[in-house]
């Protein structure tokens, strides 16, 4: 499916040089982007000394009970799952809450427009970290402390700002005939908004979905601080007992780190070629 | 398509959604019977700290079961020791904060004496002290005396700074251990040679830093760092005078003469370590907290050394440390009956013998209870008694700006009169700022 | 367009907002003026807690700390995103394929970064890879201990902040350059214009809606939630305390929440003055508004 930027025009306007500079700037930004992940891979199968004498080298005799350790000792089955739940439940809240936000303020010309956006905006500007107390008070006050469910409204919270930014941008660029036309047909706004926009704005919908999802994953700081009990411990909380007591077992860590970072990033790709590309031509037709 | 109405599939899988949320928080609420949580706020925090795993799950299992045959309306004792120890105060604080069960907690001096107390997180236990009588051994209670109260039962070993260093590279460059700071310079010359960096520290961690600067301070005070220190802290002293002034510069020439490795802030505890078991470096300073690391791991013979002597200053060498943990009463706990009598009997004859045995110290906070006898422990032993760690008394945000000095100036960014200069600064704010000290 | 429909739409996002941020957010600003160490409220203080925070030189070197790492960051992610995204829309082979290997470093789990900047980034004797590239190509007086020298280790947290973050933005513009009428091309080509001139033409101004969110994403990034990079690679130290680390100290080291609080809405007012100024500064840009 050609894209419709990456025409013949670019193409017949390319020279020789300037085609294998880009070739060769394409290689390095894919090297530098996936070195530590090359790295995580190798230095999961050395053990400890071997890890310390040379980071960078490949391992000689792979050492592979260093992923059954970081399973059986180190249980990241079960932060795998922890965090599928938050993440899962974080992102359908923020679906929910930011596109028919984001929507509203594409869409409609009400008075208290601006100053909606302007709250929106505000918000984001406030560092996370001094809102740890009051929420800590708000979820206990709610019984959600401690509950995958209120971390996962404070991950929607969070993500809400940059998520309404970011759909109206998108959604502003769907054209408004397409929906006038559902809507002489006789359809409802949330299914116009469902069946009509989404779909449409589908890349830059998707887009923000990952990138939220992204974060929820890999957030630290919230979860350590309202999910507290070690059985709800999700992936980078769980991590974080790598990093006790004597000395930091580097092989396992890095055995645990890839078994959490090679499926998202496996999965990633799918998604992203299946859903993201697919409908570039689509949308824009 | 269909016009209004929610898809069924959504309505369920919202349902589903609630419906385990509400299990979840069901299955979270506590139980009607009668438990005790004894809290750590860091992995650190536990019975026979240091030792391996299975030991530590061993001496705990039997302690609460002696418990419960004395107290048998427990059915349940829950130990949570979890986290890093810079997180331990705020896993403390979050887990009073939050309506959690913390009876019991095993604290560590240097939290005691910083924070703990202060902040109201335990109560004063001078009654449980005085139920048990006198068993400690010197300076043990004293380590978690502030303002005239005790505020722990101490239970730990007696830990002590202390050099490390391999034998086998000592003697391969013709040394014996140092004694003075003049002769480990005149060796250094030889252990370069050999390919090797004299001494080595976990510069990373700012924390680790101050001991060099206590470590002088003690010997330029004539030893009396404590009253020094206090001092300061009244605002009859300043970091700028000469003592404290000449500990920072005594502490920088171990850099610029040669001695200390320069890149030091490159390394964590891990890393550190790592290039003193590769034989790269020669030696470290730290505390006998890691002698049972480095008993395990090192694949060479290796010693302890006091912290060298140094020329031209009126004091003499002197180690740092003591009692380092002790068992808390949490203000928070709802049955601080039951709650003193766990402490009262974990520190008692029988069992705290048991649960300092593993842990192969030079001294232990118990004076029935004696160290270890291999050579190691008895070397350390001979350091006693300890000064007592000095950021016990700086109020936690002028550590932090000592720690993060030394460290500058170590990794050569700052002078030692900028440094001297700048730890003033912090303190006058402070001050300035409302703060005063109180003894 | 009915008058209580957009109110509908808006109500789960404003019960969200308002739940979980505008709440804390007042009661953070109550807690800001008083003395609180976490558990117990202590007495009140007013504006004087304010004033203390500003004069502390401490927390004057974090902030200026956060500006130089914000500038150089927002600029870095937006330049290199932007590159990258042109570079993914090419024709080349291979380009589709990087575009998902380019977004890798976005989905890394903070604890890789750091270890592996770490290491990267060390002095070469203990193992540090980016030094010894250096003095193979003949670069050796370059080599430093990057992230502990007090020069280098702002700059350094910044450009692995510029790495990690350069693929999202990427996928951003990409998704933008991807709703350019291709149309318009076309017609430049016909036009004469060469490759560069429809970059300038075409691309540019057809991106300027994505690139005014995609700054405003960078700088409310830069500012706020760069707390992850700095304390897995530093933890603050080295002069690379910026105002997030700062406050985090001061609340859950140092107990001093209501200070912590109080920090935080200095840095608020801050990005609040810059973030607002641009928003004015771009009205005219934003298509719709």
Redesign the interface.
Known sequence: MP?????R???S??TRPG?LL??A??LL??I??????I??VTGSLKTR?QF?????SLPTDWQFHNYVDAFVTARVGDYLGNSL?VVS?GI??LI???S??A??L?????PG?SA?LL????????????????????L?A????????GLA??Y??GG???S???LR??F??VPVELEEAARLE??????ILR?VVLPLAL??FL?VV??QA?GM??D??LA??FL???DSAT??VG???F??????D?PT??AA?TT??VP??IL??LF??RF??GY?VG??K | MSAGGTPRHTVITRAAFVAMTLLLALSSAAQADQRLVIFGPSSWDTFAPGAPEPVISTVTASLDAGFRRQHPEVTQIIHDSRGTVAEGLARLRNAQFAGEQVDVIICAANRVNTSFAARGLILPVDDLIARLGDRFSVGAVGNFTLRGRVWAVPLSAVNVTTFFYNKGLFQRAGLAAPRTYAEFLAAAPRLRQLGVIPVVHQGKNAWMWPIYYMSALAQTTGNQPVAETEAILSGKARFTDPASLQALRLTRRWVTDGLLDPQSNELDEDAMKSVFYSGRAAAFFSDSWDVADVAVTAPFPWGVFEFPQYSGVPGHSSAFGGAESGLCLSSTSRQPALAADYIAFAAGAAQAAQLLAPLASPATSHREVPGAADPVSLTLRSYLPAVKFLDWMWPLELTDTIQRQVQDMMGGTVTPEQAAARMQAKYDGMVASGFRYQP | MTSAKPWLLLTPGLVLLGVFLIAPIGDGLWLSVHEFDGLVVGRWLGLAQYRAVLIDPDFQQALWHSIVFAVVVVIGKNVVGLALALLVSTPLRGARFARTILFLPVTMNIIVIGAFWTFFLEAERFGGLFNHILRVVGLGFLAQSWLTSARTALLSVALVEIWRWAGLHMLLFLAGIQSIDPQLYDAARIDGAGAWQRFWAVTLPGLRPVIFVSVLVALMGAFVRSFDVVWVLTRGGFDTDVVITHLYNEAFKFSEFGRAAAMGYILFAVIALIGFAYVWAGKGVRAGA
């Open positions: 894209d419709p930027f990456a025409s025009a670019l193409r306007g390319l085609k880009l070739y700037a394409l930004a894919m530098q982007a996936v070195g530590p992940v790295w995580i000394p310390y004498a040379n980071p960078w739940i439940l359908l809240l929910l809450t930011a028919t936000t929507y509203a594409a869409r409609f010309q009400f427009r909606v709250l929106i905006l505000a918000t984001m500007m406030v560092p996370p970290d001094i809102l740890t107390i009051p929420l800590f008070a708000i206990r709610l019984g959600l402390l401690g509950t995958f469910f409204c404070v929607a919270a809400y700002g940059m309404v930014l970011l941008s998108y502003l660029a006789g359809a409802g706004t949330i299914s069946h890349p830059g887009t990952i990138i992204m994953w890999n630290l700081y350590f601080v507290r009990a070690a992936v980078p991590l974080l007992n990093f006790q007591r004597s000395s930091i580097w860590l890095l780190l959490l970072t998202v990033l990633f790709t992203q070629r993201v590309e570039t949308a824009v």
